[in-house]
């Protein structure tokens, strides 16, 4: 599960009333949730151990590409870690990790066999004035 705009929250992948944890538990899946850089424990850059650097250089890291980069570098690093071959990952995730998702699957085809993008907002405008 792809994190969004905000701290992942456990919820999200232990309910099991979500309809993907059903898919889960039907086929044996393993739930893997990714925060979100520059989001709740996920800063790249630290001032301290408990400050995060929120300078305009390191927020230049704050993209949607880099987020795709980042699921990207942790699907390979997780792969070789745990010695997995042909793994079948499905990437999940609403509204903006939604469209994170099928921009994944996009450009990392031979990285996941599946994706469910719920509510994505796949034509980003920037600043959008319309109503939401």
């Not at 230049?60 to 745990?82: G, H, M, P």
């Amino acid at each position: 599960m792809i994190g969004g705009e905000s701290p992942i929250d456990s919820k999200w992948v232990c309910w099991h009333n979500f309809t993907y944890m059903k898919f889960a538990a039907k086929y044996n899946a393993k739930l893997l949730q990714l925060e979100h850089r520059f989001f709740g424990k996920s800063h790249p850059f630290k001032i301290s151990n408990d400050l995060a650097d929120m300078s305009l250089e390191s927020l230049k890291f704050l993209t949607s590409q880099q987020a795709l980069e980042d699921l990207a570098n942790f699907i390979r690093v997780y792969n070789k870690n745990a010695n997995l071959t042909n793994p079948k990952w499905v990437i999940f995730g609403g509204s903006y990790p939604g469209a994170l998702c099928a921009w994944f699957r996009a450009k990392y085809p031979d990285l996941s066999v599946g994706g469910i993008s719920s509510s994505a907002a796949l034509w980003p405008k920037v600043d959008f004035y319309g109503i939401i």
